[in-house]
């Protein structure tokens, strides 16, 4: 790499560290953005900037956002007593796309894995329990994957809020789904968490 | 090109890079193995690669000594069966964790794979489920060399009242025997010897019992680790009221 285009070597090394872009894919992207300085280059850069010094988690439930108190926390008419637990920020806007939930999220940072070590106090879950007077919740439903490693904290969690309505998310086949291409796992808990027509 | 094809337990799964995983499997002839797994993170194979999951793999490396790559088929799922009982989930963690605290990495096992398999086919089943545990981690010690051995007084050689175990040699101590040491010794309820019933308080001394051979003898030949915390999670899930 000449001297010339050091600069755009780091960010093309930069860009390939994103997921879903290697080093290739990260090269054309970058090409791209200086075709397009005007229109993508200089406001994308901005964008960064502003988001790199206003981007902070929620202090009341770990949601991103550009102020202490996320707009979802900050809500009123979202204070409905529900507190929808979600594992990552991902889950949670991928609740939101989905329009049906109206109440406030809490996003735990991950799930209990002992091979990792992360245990109960590596996770938001004191700020949960915490929040359980603060907020006047009813109902808190757990939005977990449906792995070993998720379930187990759903059940962790529920264990943890002995005296509340607790719910999790069905598990079954998903919309779409044809059962001959559904691994045994989901059949059953589809089986078992049938209901009557 | 050495390759090998075996079934095994999946024990645990993490991610390495952006579309594979790095699996650890306790297999029944080559033992726990490790090996990646090209689109592991896939909806097609998450599922299969979940804790307990029973698979046929074929692992294929360019020299014994590479990590190399495992190809999966599933057998058996256990995750759905364990999800929704708290008692099956924090059984199969607690399998999964301390079989890959205490079993060296490609050190074959095949008995007790066919006796960790029977035990996983037994989740879900509430009733059995804590006497067939007890009864895994005692098999657990003898197959990594600290089999207990509560036959006899260590000290007398009788055979009656063999109420405690001795927590340095393993061995059984009478009560007659116990003498001043009697604060010192671990309980050894009935379970622990295939008789009396085996409730749930005198499994969960037993449990007491062999956590302090595995934690003080087998985890500490392998090295600074602790107890897994899983175990401890089942111990709380059995003795919860």
């Known amino acids: 790499m000449s001297e010339e285009t050091g600069d755009i070597q780091v960010l093309i090394d930069l860009m390939a560290r994103l997921p879903g872009l290697g080093p290739r894919s990260a090269r054309r992207a970058v090409l791209q953005l200086i075709k397009k300085r005007g229109q993508l280059l200089i406001p994308l850069a901005d964008a960064m900037q502003t988001v790199g010094a206003t981007a902070r988690e929620c202090l009341n439930c770990g949601n991103i956002g550009t102020t202490d108190i996320c707009k979802i926390c900050e809500n009123d008419k979202r204070a409905n007593g529900q507190i929808c637990v979600v594992e990552d920020v991902a889950d949670l806007w991928a609740m939101e796309r989905s ?4 109440g ?74 044809e059962l001959d291409y559904l691994d045994d796992g989901t059949i059953t808990a589809a089986l078992n968490a049938r209901r009557a027509l | 090109m050495i390759e090998w094809r075996d079934e095994g337990a999946v024990l645990a799964v993490r991610q390495h890079g952006e579309t594979s995983v790095i699996a650890d499997i306790f297999t029944a002839q080559h033992g726990r193995h490790a090996g990646i797994v090209r689109g592991g993170v896939s909806r097609k194979l998450r599922p299969i690669l979940q804790p307990g999951a029973q698979v046929d793999v074929t692992w294929k490396a360019r020299l014994d000594s590479h990590l190399g790559a495992f190809t999966i088929e599933p057998i058996r799922s256990r995750s759905a069966a364990a999800m929704g009982d708290r008692l099956a989930l924090a059984g199969l963690n607690a399998v999964t964790a301390l ?14 794979y066919t006796q960790t398999i029977q035990l996983l086919d037994l989740l879900g089943h509430a009733d059995i489920w804590p006497l067939a545990y007890m009864k895994w981690e005692m098999a657990l010690l003898e197959e990594m060399g600290f089999g207990l051995e509560l036959g006899a007084c260590a000290v007398s050689g009788a055979n009656d009242r063999l109420i405690y175990v001795s927590p340095k040699s393993g061995r059984a101590v009478a009560e007659s025997a116990a003498g001043e040491w009697v604060n010192r010794l671990l309980p050894l309820p009935d379970v622990m010897r295939g008789e009396g019933e085996g409730s749930d308080a005198e499994i969960a001394t037993a449990l007491g019992t062999l956590g302090h051979f595995i934690e003080h003898k087998l985890i500490r030949s392998l090295g600074d680790k602790p107890l897994p915390a899983a175990r401890g999670r089942l111990i709380d899930v059995l003795t919860r009221p």
């Open chain 1, 99 to 102: 329009g049906v939930f109206h």
């Open chain 1, 104 to 177: 406030r999220y809490h996003v735990l940072g991950g799930t209990l894995s002992a091979l990792d070590a992360i245990g109960p106090e590596e996770l938001r879950i004191p700020r949960l329990i915490d929040r359980m007077t603060a907020e006047n919740v009813s109902e808190v439903i757990l939005a977990m994957s449906a792995t070993i490693d998720g379930q187990t904290t759903a059940h962790y969690i529920a264990d943890q809020l002995p005296n509340l309505k607790v719910t999790s998310l069905a598990q079954g086949v998903p919309v779409g789904g």
């Open chain 2, 99 to 112: 079989l890959l605290v205490t079993t060296a990495e490609r050190d074959p096992h095949p008995a007790f």
